[in-house]
């Protein structure tokens, strides 16, 4: 076990943590279950460091997508439903230290989703939320909106795509 | 399920939106599908994209230790395994992928490079830099992810402290009427009494940018909103908790963006 990963650890905890709680919060609205979250996620994060290139992608994506995913997973506890598999999810992402100027991009970039999610219409994005932050399937969005499927479909679509097209120039891959 | 299927589903698959079922077919598709490939990997990392929309809520205290104490007692997987960046994995195809560069499988995934940070740095804030000199001297090193900020930039100036030139970089970009401010070895402060606090000068009058949050190993960042045709300078100075209306101290901290 090395010392000086565990303070890495701990740095990338002072720059990441209140944004990974600040999620988990959201999703859960309860706040030791988002602990738990997030205790979890630094946990996964640490024990696979040796896995990732340290060169590529971002350490904070990684750590997002994990608390995401373990936050869906506690409300889909607590309501009784089977947790679905993850989806491909956390390798999607490979990572890198906790850098000032990652931290910086992950300021500007939270800024741009942020107007991207204010250009796409109201009807979109109230079910683009309900998929990502309620982890509803499309289904139970329909049901719970009193739509056709095939609506949530179109606008789960058209709504991502106008947050892709809008992001595409402004976030640098 | 075919491509015009697949294309109907993207925006749900990216979301994790789909049942059980159709998730399935939609995994399927995806293995012999290049084009459907690519463009759900692209959907799935806008969706990811979501996660920034959530507020951040600082944690209780205590958290952090427990985190700490379970990372203790927790041992990490000992065999490095290499992700791809792109790489879209399924199972039983770990054993297929590629070993990881020897060089590359040695580096600590954790080790922290603040002097490579501090070199470029120090490059860059030697003086006012216009753009071309930014690329050029970014293309000379293998830090870009540095170059990644500076692509949109209009220009980068120096943050200077007590007359030294190192005290970090502002990024302005001109067309979103935004600068990006990263400081390097600001001291920390007593949360309880002191905070600092941007603001922008001209002609002698400061109006408040907000306060800048406390610093961490020295550095701390934030995007503010800043016109560079109604002002010129970028100060930081140290205010009671909460900031104050007009500057009470001299500045820390001043850029002439
Ligand atoms: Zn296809």
């Given at each position: 076990?090395?010392?000086g990963d565990q303070e890495a650890?701990?740095?990338l ?9 600040g999620l988990?919060?959201r999703i859960?609205?309860d706040g030791?279950?988002a602990?738990?979250?997030?205790q979890?996620?630094?946990v996964?994060?640490?024990?696979q460091?040796p896995?990732?290139?340290?060169e ?5 994506s990684?750590l997002?997508t ?6 869906i997973?506690?409300v889909r506890?607590r309501?009784g439903?089977?947790?679905?598999a993850?989806?491909?999810?956390p390798e999607e ?10 931290l910086a991009e992950?300021?500007?970039e939270?800024?741009a ?9 109201d009807?979109?994005r ?7 932050f309620?982890g509803?399937?499309?289904v139970?969005?329909a049901?719970?909106m009193a739509v056709p499927l095939?609506?949530?479909?179109s606008r789960?679509r058209i709504?991502l795509?106008?947050m ?8 640098v891959e | 399920?075919n491509?015009?299927e697949?294309?109907d589903?993207l ?6 939106a789909l049942?059980?079922d159709e998730?399935?077919?939609?995994a ?11 463009a759900?990997a ?5 969706a990811?994209r979501l996660a920034?929309t959530a ?7 205590a958290?952090r230790?427990?985190?700490?104490q379970?990372i203790a007692?927790t041992?990490?997987d ?8 792109g790489?879209i994995?399924r199972?039983g195809d770990?054993?297929?992928r590629?070993?990881?560069p020897v060089?590359?499988?040695r580096r600590r995934?954790?080790?922290l490079r603040?002097a ?10 030697a003086?006012?830099?216009g753009l071309g ?7 000379r090193?293998s830090?870009?992810?540095v170059g ?13 402290m007590n007359?030294?030139q190192?005290?970090g970089?502002v990024?302005?970009?001109?067309n979103?009427?935004?600068?990006l ?11 309880a009494?002191?905070?600092y606090?941007l603001?922008a000068?001209?002609?002698g009058r ?10 961490v190993g ?5 995007v503010?909103p800043?016109?560079a045709?109604s002002?010129q300078?970028?100060a ?10 007009q500057p009470?101290?001299p500045?820390?901290l001043?850029a002439?963006v």
């Open positions: 076990m090395q010392q650890v701990a740095l905890y002072e720059r990441y943590g209140g944004a990974a709680y988990a919060y859960t609205s030791s279950a602990e738990d979250v997030v979890d996620a630094f996964s994060l640490w024990k460091a896995r990732f290139d340290p590529r992608g971002q350490v904070r990684w997002m994990i608390v995401h995913h373990r936050a997973d506690a506890r309501k439903r089977n947790e679905r993850l989806p491909e999810g992402f490979v990572a890198t230290r906790g850098r000032p100027e990652e992950w300021t500007l939270a800024e989703v942020r107007e991207a999610v204010r250009q796409v219409p009807e979109q109230r079910t683009i939320e309900m998929a990502y309620e509803l399937t499309h139970e969005i049901e719970r095939g609506t949530v479909k789960l709504g795509e106008k892709r097209a809008y992001l595409r120039p402004r976030v | 399920m491509c015009e697949a294309e589903l925006g749900a698959w990216a979301l994790d049942t059980d998730r399935g077919e939609m399927a598709h995806l293995r012999s599908c290049a084009r459907h490939a690519a759900a692209d959907w799935r990392a806008t990811a920034a507020d951040v809520v600082a944690p209780p205290p958290l230790s427990r985190v700490l379970a007692a041992p990490q000992g065999v490095a395994r290499p992700v791809l960046a790489a994995p199972a770990q054993q297929r590629r070993p990881p060089a590359a499988a995934f954790f080790e603040p490579a940070w501090a070199a470029v740095a120090a490059v860059l804030v003086a006012v830099i000199a930014w690329n050029a001297v970014l293309q090193r830090g870009a992810d990644r900020l500076a692509t949109r930039a209009s220009s980068v100036s120096a943050l200077r007359g030294t190192n005290a970089v990024v302005y970009y001109a979103e009427k935004k600068a401010i990263v400081t390097d070895g600001l001291p920390a402060l007593n949360a009494t002191q905070t606090q603001w000068i001209s002609g400061a109006r408040s940018l907000g306060l800048l949050p406390a610093p020295g550095s701390s960042v934030a503010v800043f016109d045709g002002a300078r970028i930081v100075t140290v205010e009671p908790p909460g900031g104050s209306a009470t101290t500045p820390v001043v002439d």
